[in-house]
């Protein structure tokens, strides 16, 4: 009696409820638009993706399975709902195995095949949240909030803070212990002792000083034996008298000119006026000469 019991609890129950993949989330209401790239690289801010199932459903938008290397990734991803994707609010669920078909609507994707974030190492959802923002994609209202609340409960964000006191603590206790602090200071100042040693060993700062003094009184000397302060200023003089002479030449000459034009000008109309009354004059004497013939040859025909 009791091993026919026993078979009978083996049997397996048909009515048993879908098995839950706990680094599943199962997304609806994609927009038509969007592709596994467009999924992956959304979903790929929680946590790195091992495999996407895309499939189009009969009333114009997408389903999708996303499949996360851990399981808190899938957590942070439940966070997401009403988040837009292209034009259309999403939702996330957790994942559930009977949700995935194999059919002409349905696109399998490998994770090592799809375009991924840089998938986050320890990271609050807060900071994941934040980067989701940060990248342009528009979330719910209460989505950041919720993501504190989760950090809160769980002790996130003091783990973290805790985590960075205790890295400083022990920067610090590391600095006590080898005087690390300690010994570059004295690095630093033995450095510079010794530079103004050799310095002062060798006189670099006054063979500097020396040479630019000598490099000036050289200057000075070669000007002075060879004069070329004076020629300079000779020629400068020179050129400036030369312009100043060849000014004056072309003054001259165009004033010269003028007269000659203008003396020029003068006799040629007092040429001009005197042949004029010489003309006038012999045409008067030609007049008077005429008139008394004129007078005698009448005379005669009367």
């Known amino acids: ?16 409820a879908p098995s839950v993949h706990t680094h599943s989330v199962v997304v609806t209401n994609i927009s038509e638009k969007a592709n596994e ?6 979903f790929s801010f929680c946590g790195r993706i091992s495999k996407l199932v895309l499939r189009s459903d009969d009333h114009g938008h997408q389903t999708a399975v996303v499949h996360f290397e ?9 966070l997401l709902t009403n988040a837009l994707i292209v034009d259309t609010p999403i939702t996330v669920k957790a994942g559930d195995a009977s949700i995935e078909t194999h059919d002409e609507k349905t696109k399998t994707f490998e994770g090592s095949k799809l375009s991924q ?23 719910g209202a209460d989505v950041l909030q919720a993501a504190k609340d989760f950090d809160a409960k769980h002790g996130i964000s003091s783990t973290i803070s805790s985590g960075a006191e205790a890295i400083k603590h022990k920067v610090d206790e590391i600095d006590k212990q080898f005087k690390v602090s300690e010994t570059a200071s004295a690095i630093k100042n033995t ?15 006054e063979t500097f000083h020396a040479a630019k003094n000598t490099a000036a009184e050289t200057v000075h000397a070669v000007d002075q034996k060879l004069g070329v302060s004076e020629t300079l200023h000779a020629a400068k003089n020179t050129a400036a008298e030369t312009l100043q002479s060849a ?9 010269s ?15 001009a006026a005197e042949t004029l009354q010489s003309a006038k004059n012999t045409a008067q004497l030609k007049t008077l000469q005429l008139k008394p013939s004129t007078l005698f040859t009448q005379s005669i025909k009367n």
Not at 37 to 42: A, G, M, R
Not at 257 to 271: D, F, G, H, R
């Open 1 to 16: 009696m009791s091993e026919q019991t026993v078979q009978a609890t083996q049997v397996p129950s048909t009515t048993a």
């Open 37 to 42: 790239k467009t999924v992956s690289d959304f």
């Open 70 to 78: 851990t399981e808190e990734a899938a957590r942070t991803a439940l």
């Open 117 to 139: 974030q840089a998938a986050p190492t320890d990271a609050s959802r807060s900071s994941i949240i934040s980067s989701i923002l940060s990248a342009g994609y528009k979330l």
């Open 191 to 205: 450095a510079v002792d010794t530079v103004h040693a050799v310095d002062q060993k060798l006189g670099v700062s």
């Open 247 to 255: 000014k004056n030449t072309t003054a001259e000459t165009l004033q």
């Open 257 to 271: 000119a003028k007269n000659t034009t203008a003396e020029t000008l003068q006799s040629a109309k007092n040429t």
